[in-house]
Structures are given as C-alpha cells and as structure tokens.
C-alpha cells in the first residue's frame, strides 16, 4: 500500500511538472527586463544564469545542436575572442541543446582545430545543456508546442544589473558576426558611461553622438561654445570626439 501511494505521488509531482512546463509562457524578453533565471549543467559544472554572474555583462548565446558546422565556426571565433570580452568584464555562456556529454566532446574536437591559420585555443567558457528546452522556451527560441530547435540561434546580452540590453536572432544557415556582438557590447559600456550615442557603423574609438538640442536655438547657443571637440552636420545633428 506505502509503494501505491509512493508511486500515485510521484505521477501527481510529474503530470504538474509536465502541465508546468506546458502552460509556461513563450515570449521574448524584452529589452530592460530581467533575464530569466535558469539552472543547468555545463561543461564547467553546474551554473545559475544570471545570478553566478552579477556584476559582470553577460552574453547568453544559443545553439540548437552540437556538432553543426555554422555554429562550430561560432564557437571557434568566441574562444579565439574571449580575452577581448574578459577585458571587458564580460562572461560568455553558450547553450545548446544537446548532453553535457556531447558539449564536452565537441569542445574536445574544436580545441583541435587550428581555424583561419590560427593556433588551437583552449574554450574556457561554459556550455549549458538544454535537452528539456526550458532555457529555450523561457528565453521565447522555441514555441511550445514545436519539436524543431532550428531556431535556437539568439544572442542576449545581458548587463551588470542582470537585464536584458541587446537581442539578435540569426536563421541557420547565416553564420553570427562576433565583432559586431563585440562592438554593440562596447558601444553599450561606452554610453553607459557618458550622455552619449554612438552612430551608425561606429566603431570603438571614432566620432560619438551628442543629444540633440531641443530647438533650433539651443543649437545656436551650442554653436557659440566653439568647443573644438564638437562638430555638426545640422542643428539637431552633433558629434563630438572623445
């Protein structure tokens, strides 16, 4: 009788579980949110995303398997970065959905290649493994009644205070640009920091934005500053160099 009631428990605990996970909401979190929480084992262990890494930018970047080419090459261009993104106080998480186990031998396998003439690179960011999909479904990669992971491919990055400030998406078969992932995170850190914008195209060390007067007056009157650092194209239009 004890083995019927610990059995009717332990389908009562799941079939809640499963209607948990099928009534949860499938949405993209919006830029300025907090990044959903997730807990999940990695190539480095077990980790709590954001939460391990507060006080650090975060990009959370996502694979819909492993061993594919396109996302091989990411993964290869990331490692070869990775110091350039430490420098900038940021953590790289990748996730797929795929074992721990698969995730450790395809970080085995890629930290063989010597890509583009470089040197082989040891991969010391951490691989999440998502086989239920929840990290998937809580970051709106994958509406919840499809079986296709093909559309795992977003890139989040998410600030020192742990909310959402960037957000791209890439088909599959388009390889993702690291240097502008890069850039975007360097132009966020920059503005951060000053009353400024950055153009478009902006690359770190160029021309920034300034806010634009509020009439035709205000610029006028910014004019007459003859400050030698600001420039402008017209009124509501200002440059400055750094």
């Known amino acids: 009788m004890k083995n019927v009631f610990l059995v009717a428990v332990s389908i009562m605990f799941y079939t ?31 980790i709590n995303f954001p939460e391990d890494y507060f006080g650090k930018w975060k990009i959370l970047f996502s694979h819909p398997a492993d061993f594919t080419p396109v996302c091989s090459t990411e993964i290869l261009e990331l490692a070869a970065a990775q110091e350039d993104f430490k420098k900038l106080n940021t953590q790289i998480v990748v996730m797929s959905t795929d074992s721990k186990n698969s995730h450790i031998e395809w970080v085995s396998s890629l930290e ?13 960011f951490p691989i999440v493994s998502d086989q239920s999909l929840h990290i998937s479904k809580s970051y709106g990669m994958i509406h919840k009644n499809s079986s296709s992971t093909r559309d795992i491919r977003g890139v989040f990055i998410v600030d020192p205070d742990n909310k959402i400030r960037a957000i791209f998406f890439y088909p599959m078969a388009t390889g993702r640009n690291i240097d502008e992932i890069k850039r975007t995170l360097t132009a966020m850190q920059l503005t951060d920091k000053q009353n400024i914008f950055t153009p478009a195209n902006w690359q770190p060390g160029q021309d920034v934005l300034l806010p634009a007067p509020a009439s035709k007056e205000a610029a006028d009157r910014r004019a007459e500053e003859r400050d030698p650092r600001i420039s402008s194209l017209a009124w509501y239009i200002w440059f400055m160099k750094l």
């Open 16 to 46: 809640g579980f499963v209607l948990a996970q099928d009534n949860m909401e499938i949405r993209i979190p919006l830029i300025g949110e907090i990044a959903p929480s997730f807990k999940a084992e990695s190539t480095i262990g077990p």
């Open 112 to 124: 063989e290649i010597k890509y583009k003439g470089r040197e082989t690179v040891e991969i010391d």
